[in-house]
Nanobody, 123 residues
Framework: QVQLVESGGGLVQAGGSLRLSCAAS????????IGWFRQAPGKEREFVAG????????RYADSVKGRFTISRDNAKNTVFLQMNSLKPEDTAVYYC????????????????WGQGTQVTVSS
């Protein structure tokens, strides 16, 4: 059974930073790409960032490029999302998901999801 657990969310002022973590169970964690998505009230879940199994390849949504950085530590079964220069429009529940075929922006390609962590950015 695979479990993903997000943490690190909270309330921050615009311009501030947060670091999200996605901790995974299972010894095969390092075999899979991981993606971060977010969902704001009344909106669809949207891709934020993704990272390959090795960490050697990353991709970002245009809305977060230059502000967010995704990384991973396979020894700790954890993927991170460093979020800087946060804006009110970044407010959402953030989810991590496992991507068996690469960190695609298509959420239907993910087979396991965490429960999410709330990020609220005040203006």
């Amino acid at each position: 059974q695979v479990q993903l657990v997000e943490s690190g969310g909270g309330l921050v002022q615009a311009g501030g930073s947060l670091r999200l973590s996605c901790a995974a169970s299972g010894r095969t964690f390092s075999n899979y790409a991981i993606g971060w998505f977010r969902q704001a009230p009344g909106k669809e879940r949207e891709f934020v960032a993704g990272i390959s199994w090795s960490g050697g390849s990353t991709r970002y949504a245009d809305s977060v490029k230059g502000r967010f950085t995704i990384s991973r530590d396979n020894a700790k079964n954890t993927v991170f999302l460093q979020m800087n220069s946060l804006k009110p429009e970044d407010t959402a529940v953030y989810y991590c998901g496992r991507a068996p075929r690469g960190a695609t922006p298509n959420r239907n390609e993910y087979d396991y999801w965490g429960q999410g962590t709330q990020v609220t950015v005040s203006s």
